[in-house]
Every structure is written in C-alpha cells, then in structure tokens.
C-alpha cells in the first residue's frame, strides 16, 4: 500500500503521457484548451468610434450653435470634414469623421432648427473610443492553457483567429465489470444491482475533457474482461474500468490485465475509502482499475484521473484544495490512511454529512465537498482547518 502522494506522482511520471495539439472551428473550441498564444492581427478598434450617439463635433465650438453637415451612421463612412461652427449627428460606433475631436451626448442637446443643434452642458466628457486603445496590432490576447468560455471565443474571433489551436482531447474506453450489475434503465432484482459507475465515471471523463468509449457492463468472466481491455487498446489513451482492482476470487480484472503484459505500478493506496486501486501501463497506454463502489470510484477518479487529465492533457494547473474550519470534533480509532467523507458548508464552518460507507452514493447529493481526514491523525477538533475537494 502506497501513500496518495506517491500514487499521483507515479501517475503523473508516466513516460507515455502526451499533449498534442489540434486545429478546430471557432464555433467548436467552447470548453477547449488552448495550446498557443493568440495574437491579434489587428488594432481595437480599428478605428476611432463614438462611444455614443450624439454630435460630433470641434471641442474649441462647444459653446456656439453649431450645423449639422450630415449623419453618420454604424458602418457607414463619414463623407464631410467637421470645421470650425459645424458638427455631425453620429451614432454608437460610428467612425468619428475627420476634424472632430469629441462627441455630446445628444440628451444635452436641443435643435434650433432641422440643421442648427446648441448644447445645454457646461462641460462633456469625449466620448470617443480610441483606435487600439483595446489592443494593439501584435498584443497577446490569450493565453496559451486558457480554457475557452464564451467570452473566449468573442476575443478569437476580433482577433480574427478562427481556425483555434487547441489540445486534443484523450480518449478514454471506460467499462464496468461485475455479473451481478445491470443497466439503469432496467428494474433490478435481487442480487442485481443498477450500474451507476459508468455514468458518473463518464461525466467525470467528460467535465474534465475527455472523449469516452463506454462499453458499460462486462461480466465477470476473465476471456471476456480480456477482449474488451484488447477492443479498447488500439482506440485509446487510456483506460479506465471499476471492480475487478482487489484480489477477491471472482476479480478477474487484475488477472486479465496481467496476462495482456500491463505493468501494474500500484494497487492499494492509502484512502479511505477506495484503497482498492490499480494503476499501470501497456506500451503507450494508461490503465486504472478502480473499486466497484460508487463513492469510491468517485473519490478515486477525483484523486488519480482529474490530475492526468487536466495537469497532462489540458496543461492546467489544479486548484489546491480549499480550507474551512470543521464545525464539530470528530474521532477515528486508526489513522493509517487518509479518510474522506462528504461535508456540507453552513455559516463557515463544513460539517460531517450521515454517510453510510462507500456504496452510499446518496449521501454525496447533498455534499459541498469532500473533506480529508489526514493520515496519522485519530481526532480533528472543532475549529481545525481541513482540506475540501468540491466535487
């Protein structure tokens, strides 16, 4: 049995672990990470613009009547230089036209006549929006690791990127063994069992950037654990399977694995719950065999398969846990693994969640996070700081 830090480094020294690179659509890069600086190609604006819609007009004038020599709307392209006593009605965005200096809001503003316009302000700000004062030609706009929001995308595009270097997203091939699991669509009877592992695995996958192959149930049957683990292989950079990662006498996972030349790297790791867990590697592929309980599962995922994804694949930085003091004194009689159970937040203070072991998924619907119990200690007290994973 291994601590959790020693598994995540042997995880994240894995050899065979790739970030590649991959060109998509503007349209397609939501949620994607990219893998180069974005630059502009361009000044923004690109022009100076009104800020609003008014008068453009010569600062030095603004305390005369001044002509309105013409409109200038969005898009269209001022035809009259502004001299002294003049002004042109402008709207938002439009190019401020050659001579003006500023622009007054147009509710300050009365007419005298159809052509002749006095403002009833003592002072006005410009309200002129500077070419580049956005962006220069050549500013970095993005960052490479960014993960792409909508926000994002409205930036690419001003900056005329629309053909988005991202990295390519793992694919995952993901299964559940176990004779005794069926599907969640079905009414299961005893000794049967709703397979819940692969649809929670699979959202985990996927919020984390994976594409995933879900073969969903494979029975407990070593031939049978065998092909789906050599049917994943060549589609994959990884695989990810729950049951099947202790030594019971109908875990034939690890006994497949084993026979396919997988290098297992650990198989017990100190948590609770979830020390069942195997990780190892078969030329350039990564292969976790996590316990067959929900919560456990879910904890292992969190632990092992989120900082190869994200650290690896997506070259971001995972946030360290938070802290929040405990809001009542808990007590354990062993300290040899780290302990995590379900808080939730009130005031700011986390407490324990009633939780019933590691097949009780239910009580993580209500959950905050997940707090750690730290290995080598046997009682938090009531105000200690602890570590909360949201999840």
């Given at each position: 049995?291994?601590?959790?830090?020693?598994?995540?480094?042997?995880?994240?020294?894995?050899?065979?672990?790739?970030?590649?690179?991959?060109?998509?659509?503007?349209?397609?890069?939501?949620?994607?990470?990219?893998?180069?600086?974005?630059?502009?190609?361009?000044?923004?604006?690109?022009?100076?613009?009104?800020?609003?819609?008014?008068?453009?007009?010569?600062?030095?004038?603004?305390?005369?009547?001044?002509?309105?020599?013409?409109?200038?709307?969005?898009?269209?392209?001022?035809?009259?230089?502004?001299?002294?006593?003049?002004?042109?009605?402008?709207?938002?965005?439009?190019?401020?036209?050659?001579?003006?200096?500023?622009?007054?809001?147009?509710?300050?503003?009365?007419?005298?006549?159809?052509?002749?316009?006095?403002?009833?302000?003592?002072?006005?700000?410009?309200?002129?929006?500077?070419?580049?004062?956005?962006?220069?030609?050549?500013?970095?706009?993005?960052?490479?690791?960014v993960k792409l929001n909508p926000a994002h995308l409205g930036i690419l595009a001003m900056a005329g990127c629309t053909v988005v270097p991202v990295y390519r997203r793992p694919v995952v091939g993901l299964f559940s063994t176990g004779s005794e699991l069926v599907d969640p669509s079905q009414v299961p009877v005893p000794p049967q069992i709703r397979n819940s592992n692969s649809v929670q695995i699979e959202a985990q996958l996927e919020q984390w950037g994976a594409q995933v192959i879900n073969l969903?149930?494979?029975?407990?049957?070593?031939?049978?654990?065998?092909g789906a683990i050599a049917q994943l292989l060549p589609l994959v950079d990884g695989i990810v399977f729950t049951g099947g990662a202790s030594v019971g006498d109908l875990d034939f996972s690890s006994r497949a694995l084993a026979s396919l030349g997988v290098e297992v790297k650990f198989?017990?790791?100190?948590?609770?719950?979830?020390?069942?867990?195997?990780?190892?590697?078969?030329?350039?592929?990564?292969?976790?065999?996590?316990?067959?309980?929900?919560?456990?599962?879910?904890?292992q995922s969190e632990l092992f398969i989120k900082p190869l994804l994200l650290g690896v694949y997506a070259g971001q930085k995972l946030p360290a846990p938070l802290q929040f003091p405990i809001g009542q004194t808990m007590t354990r009689k062993k300290a040899e693994r780290d302990l995590f159970f379900p808080v939730k937040l009130v005031g700011h203070h986390v407490f324990p969640i009633e939780y019933h072991g590691s097949a009780h998924l239910m009580a993580y619907g209500e959950a905050f996070g997940l707090a750690c119990f730290p290995l080598g200690q046997l009682q938090l007290n009531e105000n200690t700081m602890i570590d909360v994973r949201q999840v």
């Open positions: 049995m291994i601590s959790l830090s020693d598994a995540i480094d042997l995880i994240l020294d894995t050899p065979t672990l790739e970030r590649q690179t991959e060109y998509v659509p503007l349209k397609k890069a939501i949620n994607r990470v990219l893998a180069a600086d974005i630059i502009t190609d361009m000044d923004v604006p690109s022009f100076n613009k009104s800020a609003m819609d008014g008068y453009a007009m010569r600062e030095q004038d603004f305390l005369q009547p001044l002509q309105v020599v013409e409109t200038v709307a969005a898009g269209k392209k001022p035809e009259k230089v502004i001299g002294p006593g003049q002004c042109a009605k402008i709207m938002t965005g439009a190019i401020i036209p050659a001579g003006a200096d500023m622009v007054v809001m147009k509710e300050v503003v009365s007419l005298v006549d159809e052509h002749t316009i006095v403002i009833n302000a003592a002072r006005s700000a410009k309200n002129i929006l500077y070419q580049g004062e956005d962006q220069k030609e050549g500013d970095l706009v993005l960052n490479e690791g969903g149930i494979i029975y407990d049957e070593l031939d049978t654990i065998k198989n017990k790791v100190a948590i609770q719950p979830g020390k069942p867990a195997l990780f190892g590697t078969l030329s350039s592929r990564w292969i976790f065999g996590l316990a067959g309980n929900p919560v456990s599962s879910l904890l």
